[in-house]
């Protein structure tokens, strides 16, 4: 299996503009989890969906952001409008059932918005 | 809320040390704590899961313990090499069906 795997590695935008990150998960994992890592931070749950069905979305900074999982083999999370702020590392990982402990990581998305 | 915390957050040591890395957590009543690997510019890899009936796991040089009752958990490696250098991350999960608190992670270098 290819691991979980994010698109694009790194993005670079302009303050103000529309960014779609992508993540294909683990084939047969059914829970999804987007989190956001900064140095401040650290690493932080946005969301997290089971079976496609977002479960607990509390994470989510605000109205700017929101993600959808229209199937189980794919996954995004979308900022609009973008802010400097939100530049961090957004990392997408899985895992088979909500009670199973170990997560697999994707390698992240570098966001830079100037 | 649980709060989990590392220390220290950055450690360099000179190959073939042992070391030990700390993570503490301010609600015991946990389900399980796990220690990540996070290499530069890359996502995480579970090394060690240990549930709260357990008091330590093993992989290799990697050993993991976990006291409970102090909210502790230490992540020993012995005889360290340049390969090991990396952030380390615990996190604890507070019942079957809640989600990962991650630690800001200790940093370690391993110089030969």
């Known amino acids: 299996d290819a691991g979980v795997i994010q698109s694009p590695r790194h993005e670079v935008t302009e303050m103000g503009q529309e960014v779609t990150l992508r993540c294909k998960p683990i084939s047969g994992h059914n829970s999804l989890f987007w989190y956001r890592q900064t140095m401040m931070r650290g690493l932080e749950l946005l969301i997290y969906f089971n079976n496609n069905v977002p479960i607990d979305d509390s994470g989510m900074p605000e109205d700017r952001f929101s993600a959808k999982m229209p199937n189980a083999s794919f996954s995004t999370l979308k900022i609009q409008p973008s802010e400097p702020r939100d530049s961090a590392v957004y990392f997408c990982?899985?895992?088979?059932?909500?009670?199973?402990?170990?997560?697999?990581f994707g390698s992240g998305t570098q966001l830079s918005v100037l | 809320k649980q709060e989990v915390t590392q220390i220290p957050a950055a450690l360099s040591v000179p190959e073939g040390e042992n070391l030990v890395l700390n993570c503490s957590f301010t609600?015991?009543?946990?389900?399980?704590l796990q220690w990540f690997r996070q290499d530069p510019g890359k996502g995480l890899t579970s090394l060690l899961l240990i549930q709260s009936s357990q008091r330590e796991q093993t992989s290799g040089r990697l050993n993991a313990s976990l006291d409970k009752s102090s909210g502790r958990s230490t992540l020993y490696i012995a005889a360290s090499q340049p390969g090991d250098s990396a952030t380390y991350l615990c996190?604890?999960?507070?019942?079957?069906?809640?989600?990962?608190?991650f630690g800001k992670g200790t940093m370690l270098l391993v110089s030969p």
């Open positions: 990982a899985s895992s088979f059932g909500r009670r199973d402990e170990k997560l697999f």
């Open positions: 996190a604890v999960k507070d019942s079957g069906y809640s989600t990962l608190t």
């Open positions: 609600d015991s009543a946990i389900y399980n």
